[in-house]
């Protein structure tokens, strides 16, 4: 059972208190920025994390200003598309409501605090790091013709998800290049596991991976877990491999993307 920690009241809830009844999820988005796409990346790990464990989801996106841009933004980090919100619009009897929104940086500031009933997940802001000596703006906005290379958006995704997301985060060159280096090395791992016998996830590791995200959307935990498995001198390859790509229905970060691409460098 998913449990998250509902920020107005600093305890755990349940994400889903009705066995397989329909959960909302609102994505409340202050603005197209880096900060409003990791609010917006934290419920659609949300939303993964209810359907892996059979869980009916409505999806909902509040974002007053910049909203085509913010879409288009998302759908290149692999953000599944969201239900416009439309004011009036009637309930469908759904069992549970979570509201991902920004947490303020001001105590008392945050988004939504009147809302009168569901479980507030908040997510700390992004500070936009860029390289030195540029004025053009951050690393991960950059667009041709301006003399550096767009980075994979997937690495983008990873490193918003690498960190807890209570956390602020500080986005910069850095911090991409780690995250597209990591990707880089897991989807040749994972191309070269599946050129091996098939072998089923062994259960410690499936329950290490589900007690994590179960856990308050640990992210950071899962990724941990993904870590050991890579270095683990008693899983299979088989194994290996099944295990990347079930965690990857969370993660979203399409590791298996080089399988028969030839043979990884």
């Not at 009637?90 to 940086?105: T, W």
């Not at 802001?125 to 301006?146: I, K």
């Not at 099944?242 to 979203?252: K, P």
């Amino acid at each position: 059972m998913l449990r998250i920690t509902d920020a107005r009241t600093g305890e755990p809830a349940d994400a889903a208190p009705a066995r397989r009844g329909l959960t909302r999820v609102e994505a409340h988005v202050p603005r197209a920025d880096t900060t409003g796409l990791r609010v917006l990346l934290v419920a659609d790990i949300l939303v993964r994390a209810l359907e892996l464990n059979g869980t009916p989801v409505w999806t909902v996106l509040t974002a007053p200003e910049g909203h085509a841009e913010l879409r288009e933004r998302a759908s290149a980090l692999g953000i599944r598309p969201f239900e416009d919100h439309r004011a009036g619009e009637p309930a469908l009897g759904e069992a549970q409501v979570l509201r991902v929104v920004a947490a303020s940086e001001e105590p008392g500031g945050g988004e939504d605090d009147e809302a009168p009933d569901g479980v507030r997940v908040e997510v700390a802001p992004v500070h936009d790091e860029a390289p030195a000596d540029d004025e053009s703006g951050p690393v991960h906005e950059a667009s041709e013709g301006e003399g550096r290379a767009e980075p994979d958006p997937s690495a983008l995704r990873l490193a918003l998800l690498a960190r807890p997301r209570h956390e602020h985060l500080s986005l910069g060159p850095a911090a991409l290049a780690d995250a597209e280096k990591v990707l880089s090395h897991w989807r040749g791992a994972v191309a070269t596991w599946a050129t091996h016998p098939s072998s089923p996830i062994p259960d410690p590791v499936r329950q290490q991976l589900r007690a994590a995200w179960e856990d308050d959307l640990d992210v950071p935990a899962v990724l941990d877990v993904l870590r050991r498995v890579a270095t683990s001198q008693t899983v299979p390859d088989g194994a290996r491999f099944e295990t990347y790509a079930y965690a990857d229905r969370l993660l979203g970060l399409e590791l298996t993307r080089d399988i028969g691409r030839g043979t990884p460098s």
